[in-house]
Nanobody, 115 residues
Framework: HVQLVESGGGLVQPGGSLRLSCAASGFTASRNWMYWVRQAPGKEREGVARIATGSGNTYYADSVKGRFTISQDNAKQTLYLQMNSLETEDTAVYLC?????????WGQGTQVTVS
């Protein structure tokens, strides 16, 4: 039973920081990619960052480049998103996702509010 459980969201003032975590469990195949995606009210879902779990290569949306850092702890099977210099436009539900040979899996999300 695959599970992705996000945590670490909350309310923060503009310019502040948060670190999101995504704990993965139940995968029977290697996760090739891990993603952070966000969904703001009235907006389309936006890919924020992704990491190739094997190489560690990372990619970011232009809107967060230089402010957000995606990382992983393979021993803990945990994905992180360090978010600095937060802006009101970063307010959204943040979801993590994983892709393996069996398909894509999603967490339930964690709310980040910058106000």
């Amino acid at each position: 039973h695959v599970q992705l459980v996000e945590s670490g969201g909350g309310l923060v003032q503009p310019g502040g920081s948060l670190r999101l975590s995504c704990a993965a469990s139940g995968f029977t195949a290697s996760r090739n990619w891990m993603y952070w995606v966000r969904q703001a009210p009235g907006k389309e879902r936006e890919g924020v960052a992704r990491i190739a779990t094997g190489s560690g290569n990372t990619y970011y949306a232009d809107s967060v480049k230089g402010r957000f850092t995606i990382s992983q702890d393979n021993a803990k099977q945990t994905l992180y998103l360090q978010m600095n210099s937060l802006e009101t436009e970063d307010t959204a539900v943040y979801l993590c996702a994983a892709r393996c040979i069996f398909g894509s899996y999603w967490g339930q999300g964690t709310q980040v509010t910058v106000s």
